[in-house]
């Protein structure tokens, strides 16, 4: 742009050269003052020679300069027109007439320039689709961005349009010419179906200044697979299940979530159906139901006829949602799509809530009991729900996958070799401590009502405890095949070669209402089992070990003697003395209480007579 004045000097171009080759249509010739200012142009068209004028400054006007001043130099530019640029550095080549500007003059020039280098982007490919990627998981994909231009490339920023596309772009990128740099875009849907997105780089290439590409990709649900056992079963899922199993706004609706478990029309596997609070599903009584949706953080009691299978497919629940808790029993959904620990010590997977936590069961009573230092439940895993006793209203928060501590895992498997049916109901039953010497870790104690019904097993592990649930009476049938609200049973004892039973000849209840059945209750117990007096003098392994308060131990007399039993650090420095008096001939029981010492490895030595022997154990505070 320029202003048309009184006064020109006319110029006549014979020849421009752009890069040695001459200009273009549309491509144009501007003539400028030494400060810059245009005055006057000429766009090719066809053929040479051009001719435009130089124009210069209106002297009636004393505060505005459109042009030329007397003498002043002459200089170019080039508009190239194909790479949409502008090139200052025009050289003169001077064939008539001055090179500077005088009114009415004439001048007959060629001129010749070379385009600055510059940088040039190009990427591969200009366009990608990730596929299908199930929702929780990611692909990574790299693109290549090479310079094919004669300057340095600079990526001075990449955003991109959407939030299920993401790029590891921290800092600017610079690539020179001929070289590439790889940027890595991940996709990781966060919403079902097919979705779209573009990522953008800021460049210097002054003819792809703000390029795009463009990204594609289905985002699918997670498919999970639900198993349950004939009878009883607590299950939860982790994935939030598509519209098709939702009625209205407020959450999956019950009966389209388990319609899929119906055998035909008027048949369903499932008998019962039952949530935290006691709502109820029930398909065979003209489908009567008050549970009014599905809640992914509960976990539900559903009884069925036969082993079955459901599926659902969702957008996966994070692991770390909050699942609310209220007072007392709660039914909670398990949300990670990993195992997390639940032995003893530390309980792992409750870590959140460990402060405020009673007492926890699976579906087939096995429990963590924290306040007793026991658990013989496996890692907890998805599809699986559990029931969960606090003292006061929270929150659970499953810890993150991978930062266990070592726990104090049983030696023997929790998975008693009785078959028992799961009832729907039980009370824990923990037994602390055992007195007899036929004991070992892998023996199996049962429980029995006063009918002779088989309504509880478990395992003695490594540490001489045994957890085992005892089975309530299943409500919804018409027989009694469990126990009864306070019904008294009894323990028998059969070890691992199921060569030798033994009934329970004594009970010492540490809490809970001892043998008498409670639903939902916790008795802790220290038992003995009918045995003769021992031939030999015997001191059985330490149990908890490791213990951090309380470790108990079984000796045996063979005849009536004085035991010393007393408790020693590593350099044989006398800790404690539990025992300094005359026992009967027969099988006794002691404890160590180690209130006042520290954490750390001790040696508990028996002397009776001529026999001494010693067990290690380890102190966890």
């Known amino acids: 742009e320029w202003e048309i004045t009184a006064d020109n000097h006319s110029i006549l171009i014979t020849e421009a050269l752009l890069d040695e080759e001459l200009l273009v249509e549309l491509d144009e010739i501007g003539v400028f003052t030494p400060n810059g200012l245009c005055t006057g142009s ?86 990608h689709d990730f596929g299908e990627i199930v929702i929780g998981e990611d692909e990574a994909f790299g693109f290549s961005i090479v310079n094919v231009g004669e300057a340095d490339l600079i990526i001075s920023d990449i955003e991109i349009e959407s939030d299920n596309f993401y790029s590891d772009f921290e800092e600017e990128i610079t690539i020179t010419p001929g070289e590439e740099a790889v940027v890595n875009v991940t996709f990781a849907p966060i919403e079902l179906g097919a979705t ?60 389209l979530m388990t319609d899929q478990l119906r055998v035909d029309e008027d048949n369903h596997r499932i008998e019962l159906m039952k949530d935290q609070f006691g709502r109820f599903y029930v398909p065979g009584w ?103 006793k606090v003292e006061q209203a929270g929150v659970l928060v499953y810890p993150a996958e991978g930062e266990e501590v070592a726990s104090i895992q049983p030696s023997h498997s929790s998975q008693t070799h009785l078959e028992i049916t799961p009832t729907g109901q039980n009370m824990s039953v923990l037994i602390n401590g055992i007195l007899c010497k036929n004991v070992s870790g892998g023996d199996n104690i049962s429980a029995f009502s006063t009918t002779g019904r088989l309504v509880g097993s478990g395992v003695v592990d490594v540490q001489g405890r045994c957890g085992l649930a005892v089975w309530g009476d299943d409500l919804s049938t018409k027989e009694v095949d469990g126990m009864l609200p306070m019904e008294e049973f009894t323990l028998r004892l059969v070890n691992s070669g199921n060569d030798i039973e033994l009934d329970l000849t004594s009970v010492v209840v540490k809490s809970g209402s001892g043998l008498a059945y409670e639903k939902d209750g916790l008795s802790v117990l220290e038992i003995a089992f009918e045995t003769q007096t021992p031939d030999e003098f015997f001191l059985s392994e330490a149990y908890p070990n490791p213990f951090n308060a309380v470790v108990q131990l079984n000796f045996g007399l063979p005849e009536a003697a004085n035991v010393m039993i007393g408790v020693f650090d590593l350099e044989g420095r006398l800790v404690d003395v539990i025992s300094d008096v005359e026992y009967k001939a027969g099988v006794h029981s ?32």
């Not at 009636?60 to 459109?66: A, M, P, S, Y």
């Not at 530019?77 to 001077?94: K, M, P």
């Not at 200044?209 to 498919?223: K, P």
């Not at 098709?244 to 609706?253: L, R, Y």
Request: proline share 6%; hydrophobic share 40%; net charge negative.
């Open 196 to 255: 779209e997105g573009l990522i953008y780089f800021t460049t210097n290439d002054p003819q792809n200044d703000f390029a795009y590409v463009e990204l594609t990709g289905v985002g699918l649900g997670r498919e999970l697979s639900v198993p349950m056992n004939a009878g009883w079963n607590i299950i939860s899922i982790n994935v939030v299940p598509g519209q098709e199993f939702w009625s209205g706004e407020e959450g999956p609706d019950i009966i």
């Open 42 to 127: 000429s766009i090719f068209e066809e053929e040479f020679p051009v001719g435009l004028s130089a124009f210069g400054d209106d002297l009636g006007t004393q505060d505005v300069v459109e042009g030329f001043r007397n003498e002043e130099e002459i200089s170019f530019r080039f508009w190239d027109y194909s790479a949409q640029s502008e090139i200052d550095n025009v050289e003169i080549t001077v064939i008539n007439g001055p090179v500077f500007w005088v009114n009415n003059g004439f001048s007959v020039f060629e001129l010749s320039a070379f385009a600055a280098p510059e940088a040039q982007f190009a990427v591969d490919p200009e366009d």
């Open 286 to 388: 003209g489908g009567f139901n008050n549970i009014e949706t599905w809640q992914p953080t509960e976990g539900y009691q559903i009884k069925v006829i036969e082993e079955c299978e459901a599926v659902y497919s969702g957008i996966p629940i994070p692991a770390d949602t909050e699942i609310p808790l209220h007072r007392q029993w709660n039914i909670v959904a398990y949300l990670p799509t990993f195992e997390l620990d639940a032995g003893a010590p530390d309980y792992y997977v409750l870590s959140s809530i460990l402060d405020n936590l009673q007492i926890a069961k699976d579906a087939l009573g096995r429990f963590m009991a924290p306040s007793e230092e026991f658990s013989n439940m496996p890692p907890w895993r998805e599809t699986q729900g559990y029931q969960v």
């Open 590 to 621: 002691i404890s160590w209480k180690a209130a006042n010492v520290v954490s750390g490895n001790y040696i508990i030595r028996m002397e009776s007579g001529n026999f001494k022997t010693s067990r290690f154990v380890t102190l966890l505070k």
